[in-house]
C-alpha cells in the first residue's frame, strides 16, 4: 500500500515526498487505520520496522491547528538519543505544517527547555525523569494531551522508570489516547499494560524474539577480552566489506579499554558512545559515524534502542548481552530498509550461557565458525576474567572432599577440650554463684 491510498493530508504527502517513501511497511499499515479510529493501541514491533512513523503519520493527520499552548500529543521514549531521533522524525514530516515540537530530557540546562515549554507547544516528545520534574511544578501544564505515545515500553521498565511512568498517567486527563510500542512483550510489560490501558488492541508484526530473517547470523567461541580485540582487528583489517561497523559492549570501563587499544590501531576511524560520555560527544559520535567519517562506532545498550542509523554493514557482539531481548535490538540495527546484514558475537566460555538463552528466545541455533588460522590467541586475561572474578560475592568454597573424614572424624588438638563445668567444679575455691568461699580461721 503507497502513502497516496491512504487519507493524509497534502502537508503529510508532501514531507513523505521528499523523504522518497512511497509504500508503508507492515506494521504502519495495521497500525494507521486503528490509531485513527481512536483505539488504544499497543504495538509490538522489533526496531527498524518503522514504528515511529507508524504512530506519528495518524496523530499528526488529526492534529488541527490550534493557538494554545499546552501540548496535545506527548511522547516519552526511555533515552535522550531515542527522544531526539523521534523529534527529528516529527520534524521531517511537519516539515510543511505549522506545528510546534520540542523535545525535553535530563542532563542539560532545564531553564533553557522551560523557555520551550513557555513559547507553546504542540508536539512533546520527552524522557519521564525531565517530564515529571517539568509537569509536578506547574511548568508543563498536560490538562491538554489528547494523545499518549509511550515508546520502547519494555526498555522503559527495564531502566526503572514504572513510577515515573504511573505518575505522569495520573496527571493527564481522564479522556486521552494511549499507544504503547515495544519491541518484546514480557510479563512486566504485559502486567503494565493491563494496569494502564483500557480495551487496548494489539498489533503484533514479528513474533516475539524473531530476528530480521535477512540478517546473517554468527558467533566465535573465543578464550579472553584480548583474544576478542585481536579477532576483531583481523576482520577490519582483511575484510573491506567491513565498512559500517557498531560494536556493541556492555560496560563503560570495557567501551573505554576496547576504543583505548583499537584507536591505536585504526586512528582517526572509530567513535565511542556511552551514559558517561557528554551529550555533545554523544551526538559527534553518531554524526561523524552516520556520515560515513568514522568507520566503527562502538556503543554501550544505550544505542541499542530507537537509533536510525543508516547501511550500519555489521553488528558485532564484543560481549552476549545478559538480557536475551537485547540482542534482538542489538542486530536490528543492521539489515534495514530492504539491504542485508552481518551479526557476529564474540563469545567466552561464560558467556555461552547467554547464548543458549538467546537462542531459545528466537528458537533457532547461531552458527559457531572456526576461527581464523592467522588469529593470535592472547593467554593474558582481565582481572574480571579470572575464575574466581566470575563467580559472586556470596559464593562459597568447594569442600575439600579428598581429605574429608565426613562428620566422623578425629578432632583436631585444640578441640578436644573436656567440658569441666563451671568455676565452682573446676575449683572449690569459688561457690556456685561464682563467690569466693572465704576460709574460717
Not at 530492504?338 to 561464560?350: C, Q, Y
Amino acid at each position: 500500500m503507497t502513502f497516496e491510498e491512504i487519507n493524509l493530508n497534502a502537508p503529510l504527502l508532501r514531507a513523505l515526498a521528499d523523504l522518497d517513501y512511497v509504500y508503508l511497511t507492515p506494521v504502519q499499515e495495521k497500525a494507521f487505520s486503528v490509531i485513527m479510529a481512536g483505539c488504544n493501541v499497543v504495538g509490538i514491533a522489533q526496531t527498524g520496522t518503522g514504528k515511529t512513523f507508524a504512530y506519528l503519520l495518524p496523530l499528526l493527520r488529526q492534529l488541527s491547528y490550534s493557538d494554545q499552548k499546552d501540548p496535545r500529543i506527548l511522547i516519552v521514549a526511555p533515552t535522550r538519543e531515542l527522544v531526539m531521533q523521534i523529534l527529528n522524525e516529527t520534524q521531517k514530516l511537519t516539515k510543511y505544517a505549522g506545528w510546534r515540537s520540542a523535545a525535553i530530557y535530563g542532563g542539560t540546562n532545564i531553564n533553557t527547555q522551560k523557555k520551550l515549554v513557555y513559547s507553546g507547544l504542540d508536539i512533546l516528545v520527552a524522557t519521564p525523569g525531565r517530564l515529571i520534574d517539568l509537569a509536578v511544578t506547574g511548568v508543563l501544564r498536560l490538562k491538554n494531551v489528547q494523545k499518549l505515545v509511550i515508546d520502547e515500553v519494555d526498555k522503559m521498565l527495564g531502566l526503572g522508570f514504572r513510577a515515573e511512568l504511573n505518575n505522569l498517567i495520573e496527571l493527564l486527563p481522564v479522556k486521552h489516547q494511549t499507544l504503547m510500542f515495544s519491541a518484546t512483550l514480557t510479563p512486566e510489560v504485559e502486567e503494565f499494560i493491563a494496569k494502564t490501558i483500557i480495551n487496548p488492541r494489539k498489533i503484533e508484526i514479528a513474533s516475539h524474539g524473531t530476528p530480521i530473517e535477512k540478517i546473517i547470523q554468527k558467533a566465535y567461541h573465543v578464550p579472553n577480552f584480548n583474544t576478542k580485540v585481536k579477532l576483531l582487528e583481523l576482520l577490519l583489517t582483511e575484510d573491506t566489506e567491513f565498512s559500517k561497523v557498531l560494536v556493541f559492549i556492555s560496560a563503560k570501563k570495557m567501551a573505554d579499554r576496547l576504543y583505548g587499544q583499537l584507536e591505536k590501531i585504526f586512528p582517526d576511524q572509530l567513535g565511542l558512545i556511552h551514559s558517561n560520555k557528554s551529550h555533545n560527544s554523544r551526538v559527534d559520535a553518531l554524526k561523524q559515524f552516520q556520515e560515513g567519517r568514522h568507520r566503527l562506532l562502538i556503543a554501550t545498550d544505550i544505542m541499542a534502542r530507537g537509533m536510525d542509523i543508516t547501511d550500519v554493514t555489521h553488528v558485532i557482539n564484543f560481549d552476549m548481552p545478559e538480557v536475551p531481548g537485547d540482542y534482538i535490538h542489538r542486530i536490528g540495527r543492521t539489515g534495514r530498509a530492504d539491504k542485508d546484514g552481518v551479526a557476529i558475537s564474540f563469545i567466552t566460555p561464560a558467556e555461552r550461557v547467554y547464548q543458549h538463552q538467546i537462542e531459545e528466545l528466537m528458537m533457532k541455533s547461531i552458527p559457531v565458525e572456526a576461527l581464523p588460522e592467522n588469529l593470535v590467541i592472547s593467554q593474558i586475561f582481565l582481572e574480571e576474567e579470572k575464575p574466581d572474578k566470575l563467580f559472586d560475592k556470596n559464593y562459597l568454597k568447594k569442600p575439600d572432599l579428598k581429605n574429608s573424614q565426613g562428620a566422623f572424624h578425629e578432632k583436631k588438638d585444640k578441640n578436644k577440650k573436656i567440658n569441666l563445668g563451671s568455676a565452682y567444679k573446676r575449683h572449690p575455691k569459688f561457690t556456685q554463684s561464682g563467690k569466693r568461699i572465704k576460709k574460717k580461721y
